[in-house]
């Protein structure tokens, strides 16, 4: 077939952060630069001889023209089969399904998540494994090692392949065949919601707003929520996923979805309102009045996800990145099931959902999942929290009140100080690094250090170690200070600063975060010497 070996040399910088690999969508087109890193998937993975791989991203600027490269690619290198979301589009979430549902060997999903699109904005690429979740450590490893070392690539020599047009057709001797984005994926939900329950809930005159941010979670909510739940016409907001994002930042936070907190916290607010992010994992869900931190609503869909079918059973366990806030923990203990406490990212999740130790996961981030499919998935945990409200009939503020008055509150922050010089940073976290063994026990704005150390995980299940997963700091009083780097950003270093304040007595619950994260913060700052180092006093953005 026609078909070519390019002659290549390695590429600098293709190392994979938090959540495959993502540069400034410039870099991504310089000649070479996408094929390199493809062919290195392929060599990482031991080849795609043979194999049927899922393939989609969330519609930003260059994911056409990077399938097209990529499909040829497939075709070359000997694979039998690529499933294409119609147009290029598959949320996260829908990739992971399709890859399980199908029984394929592995999926590419090109996005860059929360990280704005278009030429001049990110472009990133992530392998998925046959689990359907994010490539492991030990893979991610083996694909990086090979773009130090990659000399040539293959890729057909013909045109590309209509990814428009819904059939099955071929490419040189692979198979393509291009489904429609949505149907597999709300067919799944379908099974896991009560979906009766839901429509009750909006013909009952429930009010919702979905902020889709102009990214992938479009069209899966306008057929689910406006199609099959029966919400009312104009509930979905920015459906139509546009490259660049509408010009926006497709990160469902308050600060970059702050349009739907405006309307929230107005006189007509509806009842509930979410958002999500560029390629459909992340959440946001916000009450009347009531913006729900991701670490909360972890812990609240923890202790009500038996009220969906799905789980009616209850769950085998939950997971929380280290990061995260510890109110999940104190549900999992109050409901007698395992928690477990896993470096950031999606990838460290894995095993446990393979091996059935948990059931849910969730990151501080506005991640939150299950063991339906191996990624975090938005529109999942909105129809979790729909299912919920259907059968309690209760305000999201007041299933919020009911968390904290049984469990405490957990006050939590993130601050994030952006376009840090590297430099600068490391040497911030180097210095605190080598301050941590001789903490425990001082006394700091008001606070005593109970211990701290860097984080490091052991993986229950197949025993792998990962070190260097964030410097944490907890005080006496349930306080705690969580450092790390950011691995998913694309100009100098995003420091994060993760403060958590526990809370129980009754007359503490309804304080502004702000204030009952006072101290944790001062502490922070004092102890990393972060505005000294770095010579930063605000952070960029607090979440
Ligand atoms: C961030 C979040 C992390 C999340 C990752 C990918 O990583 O903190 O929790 O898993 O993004 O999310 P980092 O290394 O920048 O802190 V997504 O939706 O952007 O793929
Ligand atoms: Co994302």
Redesign the pocket.
């Given at each position: 077939m026609p078909m070519q070996t390019v002659r290549t040399d390695p590429i600098d910088g293709q190392k994979p952060?938090?959540?495959g690999l993502r540069k400034k969508t410039a870099v991504f087109k310089r000649p070479r630069y996408l094929e390199n890193y493809v062919q290195a998937i392929f060599d990482g993975i031991g080849g795609v001889q043979g194999k049927v791989l899922v393939v989609g991203g969330d519609g930003r600027f260059f994911n056409d023209d990077a399938i097209q490269i990529i499909l040829r690619m497939a075709a070359a290198n000997g694979a039998a089969k690529c499933i294409v979301g119609k147009g290029g589009i598959l949320s996260t979430p829908a990739v992971s399904h399709l890859i399980r549902l199908r029984s394929a060997d592995g999926g590419l999903i090109l996005s860059a998540?929360?990280n704005p699109g278009g030429p001049d904005a990110d472009f990133g690429l992530k392998y998925n494994g046959p689990n359907g979740g994010p490539a492991t450590e030990a893979v991610t490893d083996k694909i990086f090692a090979r773009t130090t070392t990659i000399e040539m690539y293959q890729i057909t020599a013909s045109g590309g392949v209509d990814i428009n047009t819904l059939g099955t057709r071929s490419h040189e001797d692979m198979e393509v065949e291009i489904v429609d984005p949505v149907e597999d994926y709300a067919a799944l939900m379908e099974t896991i919601f009560d979906f009766d329950k839901i429509r009750a809930l909006f013909a009952g005159g429930f009010t919702m707003r979905f902020d889709a941010m102009h990214a992938v979670t479009g069209p899966y909510a306008h057929e689910i929520l406006e199609g099959k739940l029966g919400a009312a016409k104009g509930t979905v907001v920015n459906g139509v996923p546009s490259p660049d994002f509408g010009g926006g930042h497709p990160d469902p936070n308050p600060i970059w979805a702050k349009e739907l907190m405006d309307v929230m916290y107005g006189a007509d607010a509806p009842d509930f309102g979410a958002a999500s992010?560029g390629?459909g994992?992340?959440n946001m869900v916000v009450g009347r009045g009531a913006y729900v931190t991701p670490s909360d609503s972890l812990a609240v869909l923890c202790a009500k996800a038996h009220l969906a079918p799905g789980y009616k059973g209850g769950l085998a366990g939950v997971a929380r990145?280290m990061p995260t806030s510890r109110a999940v923990d104190r549900v999992a203990e109050s409901l007698g099931i395992g928690c477990y406490e896993t470096p950031?990212?999606?990838k460290f999740f894995g095993n446990l959902l393979d091996a059935g130790k948990v059931t849910l996961c969730g990151?501080e981030?506005a991640?939150t999942g299950s063991d339906h499919v191996r990624e975090k998935d938005g529109l999942w945990a909105v129809l979790l929290w729909l299912n919920i409200l259907a059968e309690t009939k209760q305000s999201v503020a007041d299933l919020m009140a009911d968390l904290w008055k049984s469990h405490g509150r957990c006050y939590y922050s993130r601050h994030d100080y952006e376009d840090v010089d590297s430099g600068k940073a490391n040497s911030m976290v180097e210095a605190l690094r080598a301050k941590l063994p001789s903490l425990a026990g001082t006394a700091i704005a008001g606070l005593t250090v109970e211990t701290a150390d860097e984080f490091a995980y052991d993986d229950p299940v197949d025993g792998s170690h990962s070190a260097g997963q964030g410097l944490r700091i907890v005080f006496k009083d349930g306080a705690r200070a969580v450092f790390?780097l950011?691995?998913?950003?694309t100009e100098g270093a995003?420091i994060?600063i993760y403060l958590e304040q526990l809370e129980t007595a009754d007359d503490k619950l309804q304080m502004e975060p702000e204030v009952a994260l006072a101290r944790v913060r001062d502490a922070a700052m004092a102890l990393s010497d972060l505005t000294a180092m770095t010579g930063r006093v605000e952070p960029d953005v607090i979440t």
């Open positions: 952060g938090t959540s998540s929360h992010d390629d994992d992340r990145s950031t990212g999606w990151e981030s991640g790390r950011s691995g998913t950003g995003t994060r």
